[in-house]
């Protein structure tokens, strides 16, 4: 049997828990009354009390201001069966049993517990499974391991089993039984002589049994005293210590606080820092801009001044050129009409060749747009993109990850065909002398032409590997139906397609880009209007200006022409008009260029006014502006600002540093973690230091209600009688020593077939415990198959007369040789709650060695409140409560 996992709900003190075993050694460590015993009475309410019970050990269960039942829920494994059995009591009473392999089957009620212990009846010797099963204070007496099926069974494989001399025996026993008792004592013709030893033997047992009872109490009182007093100074060193590292906690939160306060101090002077640094910049800016705005007025008054005076001399020249331009406007008139017939004609040939430019080009940007819309359409229908696919490619790939972990965990099967008969493992042919290998992870076929037909099927894979190849294959399953795909082939093609779309919708906008330039579609647009218009325009006013037969030769074809035939044409009329008009075209040139040169001049004029205007204005402000700047703080007070701001920032900064640096040097995380330790240390040694109290007080009440009995006294007078009265029966004993040594001699013979069938028991308990009591140890067993004593140094020693300790290790001695000797499919977890408890260090030590190396081949459970007891146990496992 192999426990997985036990989960507690409402269960005396415990509100819910759950504790994981592993197959070797496993420590459940935690404070007292943390729920450590709990664990081990639940297995047993488990096993044998239906949920329907009411009696007190389960209504003790119910906790305390709770309105529900206590729950306990196993994890295990009994044989072949791996089952999942949890039952609830008291409230909401329910019993299940969930059978996970090899038939997967559900049970509840009554059904459930029936069939659980058929189970365990049929898979485990359930006395074993008691025998291994130390609750505490129960670790001193020895288990009964005779009427144990298993360990009978293993010791028959090892050893020599027992000859039957049980008939001869019984007729040299009715003998033996004229003369003696089983005991000694004599009987028969002897009654009356032997009622007197009998009677004297009783008084005297019965005294020293009282003896040895005050004894034992005289030896459990100085226990406890000592135990006391260890408590007591493990109490105050714990105090002390607790003390010491409450004053470091103080430390360390005052420089928490030395921290915090340099941290605001270097914040409040980098903020003073950055102030200065600004007003300081805010003032260079300032002196600069003032002595701009200076250069400027200087600038602008010598530009005004030089305008004044070129604009009379502009006036002047206007009036005259206007004068002359007078006389000439009459023949001016006339050409100037002509020339504006040729420009008609000029413009409208103009706008019929961009009408054809602009239409061209708005056709290709159609086009494009067309294109680039389509492209965009195509994208809006597709939903995968490609970072989707790269994540179908990652989840395929883990599950082609998930199924070759299983291929490699499957069983492997290598092929090799002999001779010429044909031979097929699934769909795969071997060739002649072909060698192949095969991972077993479904039903294969191996077929033998004319010979055989082999299946050969998986066994169970390991269920963490099932496990991930079912999760890789849901989670890319839900992937694919989330982007609405069937394979990872198809989302790939129609991330391509969107991929494809998304280039030709960016190629189209950059040739749209191109086409468009610095336009905008509806200005070439309106433009394409403009000149369609003009156009037209020009279509209906072409019969009109033919009708026009213009004096002069330009102009005079009734042809449409080119532009540069009526650019031609314009020339030659303007150049006909200057020829015939030379005094007119003159005038007007220079009337026109005097005009211009006024005009400008004055404009230009009026604009340094106001140039001067405004610089002077500006010039004002920044100097008085700088001037009170300077007034409140000079440009040294400013820089000296800055020098002291950064050095107090540096200074800070070096606080800080130094204050972090004696804070982390202080290890706040270990301190807390200490002083908390420290802190339940005290609680647990005071609640241990009462317990040792109180049970040192009720000791020694005991011991002193019985010593007033005089117990000793009473046991001295009763061996005197007790010596008188087998004096007088030594007389007799000659008659019977021959039925004695027959007796002796035929129990003699019985005892050497009962070492050899109890050899493998003994040398498994003196293999353990030579590694706690040395290499000097043996002991003798029974025919019990109990420790009836021990042998060390050449000093023999009863169990009865043993310490407590020593009882107490070799009791669980022989539970750790019973796990180690039965076929760990046949046997049942080692559980020991609060064991080893009267040991010392050295030997605690070496049970460290020897529950490690039972934890290889059994597995252990060790249920303590003092983890550092079993801190060498190797390969153990350790689970924290509390």
Request: with cysteine; net charge negative.
């Amino acid at each position: 049997m192999r426990l997985h996992s036990i989960r507690l709900r409402n269960y005396r003190g415990i509100t819910d828990a759950t504790v994981d075993f592993s197959d070797g050694v496993t420590i459940v460590e935690g404070p007292n009354e943390v729920g450590k015993s709990s664990i081990h009475e639940a297995i047993t309410h488990l096993r044998e009390d239906k949920a329907s019970s009411k009696k007190a050990s389960i209504k003790d269960l119910q906790p305390i201001g709770v309105d529900a039942g206590p729950e306990v829920e196993l994890h295990l494994t009994s044989g072949d069966v791996e089952m999942t059995y949890a039952k609830r009591w008291l409230r909401g009473q329910s019993t299940t049993l969930s059978i996970l392999r090899p038939n997967p089957q559900q049970l509840s009620g009554d059904e459930a517990h029936e069939r659980f212990s058929a189970i365990l009846a049929e898979t485990v010797d359930v006395d074993l499974l008691v025998a291994l099963d130390v609750a505490q204070g129960e670790s001193l007496d020895q288990a009964p391991m005779a009427q144990i099926n298993a360990l009978q069974s293993a010791l028959s494989e090892s050893g020599t089993e027992v000859a039957d001399h049980d008939a001869f025996l019984e007729k040299v026993e009715a003998e033996y039984a004229k003369y003696f008792t089983k005991s000694g004592k004599r009987t028969g013709e002897y009654r009356s002589i032997d009622d007197e030893v009998a009677a004297a033997e009783e008084a005297h047992q019965e005294l020293l049994v009282r003896s040895e009872a005050m004894d034992d109490l005289v030896d459990r009182h100085a226990r406890a005293t000592a135990r006391l007093e260890s408590v007591r100074e493990q109490l105050s060193e714990a105090v002390e210590k607790r003390d010491a590292v409450e004053e470091s906690v103080a430390a360390l939160a005052a420089l928490r606080s030395a921290l915090t306060t340099a941290e605001e101090s270097a914040e409040a002077v980098a903020r003073d820092l950055t102030l200065a640094n600004e007003a300081r910049e805010r003032r260079v800016t300032l002196v600069d801009d003032a002595a701009a705005a200076t250069a400027a007025v200087t600038e602008a008054s010598g530009r005004a001044r030089a305008l004044e005076a070129e604009q009379v001399e502009k006036d002047e020249a206007f009036s005259r050129e206007q004068a002359g331009l007078a006389e000439a406007q009459e023949r001016l008139g006339a050409l100037r009409d002509a020339a504006k017939r040729t420009a008609r004609r000029l413009a409208r040939t103009r706008a019929q060749g961009e009408f054809a430019d602009l239409g061209r080009r708005l056709g290709e940007i159609r086009i494009e747009d067309e294109r680039r819309s389509t492209a965009l359409a195509t994208i809006g229908s597709i939903d995968v993109t490609a970072a989707d696919v790269e994540r179908l490619i990652s989840l395929e790939t883990d599950v082609r990850i998930a199924k070759s972990a299983k291929t490699a965990a499957a069983a492997q099967i290598r092929a090799h065909r002999l001779g010429e008969t044909q031979v097929r493992v699934g769909e795969v042919a071997l060739g002649e002398n072909g060698e192949e290998e095969f991972a077993v992870t479904s039903e294969l076929l191996v077929a033998i032409d004319g010979i055989a037909e082999i299946t050969v099927r998986p066994g169970a894979s390991p269920v963490e590997l099932d496990r991930a190849l079912d999760a890789a294959t849901t989670a890319l399953e839900r992937e694919l139906e989330r982007l609405g795909e069937d394979s990872v082939d198809e989302a790939r093609e129609q991330a391509q397609r969107r991929s494809d779309a998304d280039a030709e919708a960016a190629e189209a906008a950059s040739t749209l880009k191109a086409l468009l330039g610095r336009d905008r579609r509806e200005d070439l647009e309106t433009r394409f209007a403009r000149a369609e218009a003009m156009v037209a325009s020009g279509d209906k006013d072409a019969g009109t200006e033919e009708a026009e037969k213009p004096e002069t030769g330009a102009g005079a074809d009734t042809e449409r022409a080119s532009i540069a035939e009526l650019e031609s044409a314009l020339s030659d009329a303007e150049a006909a008009v200057d020829a015939s008009q030379s005094a007119v075209d003159e005038a007007a040139t220079r009337l026109d260029t005097a005009r211009t040169a006024r005009d400008e001049v004055r404009v230009d004029a009026v604009r340094a006014q106001t140039s001067v205007q405004e610089t002077t204005a500006q010039a004002q402000r920044l100097t008085q502006t700088l001037a009170e700047a300077r007034e409140a703080h000079s440009d040294d007070a400013l820089a000296a600002a800055v020098a002291q701001a950064g050095e107090r920032a540096q200074e800070a900064a070096t606080r800080v540093v130094e204050a972090r640096a004696a804070y982390e040097a202080a290890d706040p995380e270990t301190l807390e973690m200490t002083v908390k330790n420290l802190r339940q240390l005290v609680v647990s040694k005071e609640a241990q230091r009462e317990s040792d109290r109180q049970e040192v007080d009720g000791l020694t009440a005991v011991i002193d209600d019985r010593a007033g009995e005089g117990i000793y006294e009473k046991l001295s007078a009763a061996e005197e009688a007790l010596e008188s009265a087998r004096a007088r029966q030594a007389r007799l004993e000659r008659s019977a020593r021959a039925i004695e040594m027959l007796r002796s001699t035929v129990l003699a013979h019985k005892e050497e077939a009962q070492r050899k069938y109890v050899a493998p028991f003994k040398e498994q308990i003196e293999r353990l415990g030579r590694l706690i009591f040395g290499p000097g140890l043996s002991v003798e067993v029974s025919e019990d198959l109990e420790i009836a004593s021990r042998t060390l140094g050449g000093t023999t020693v009863p169990f009865a007369s043993l310490s407590g300790g020593t009882k107490e290790q070799l009791s669980l001695i022989g539970r750790l040789a019973v796990a180690a000797l039965v076929d760990s499919k046949a046997g049942a977890p080692v559980i020991l709650d609060d064991a080893f408890g009267f040991a010392d260090p050295e030997r605690l030590a070496a049970l460290n060695v020897v529950l490690g190396n039972v934890g290889e081949s059994a597995q252990v459970i060790l249920l303590t409140c003092q983890p550092e007891r079993f801190a060498s146990v190797g390969g153990a496992t350790t689970v924290s409560l509390g």
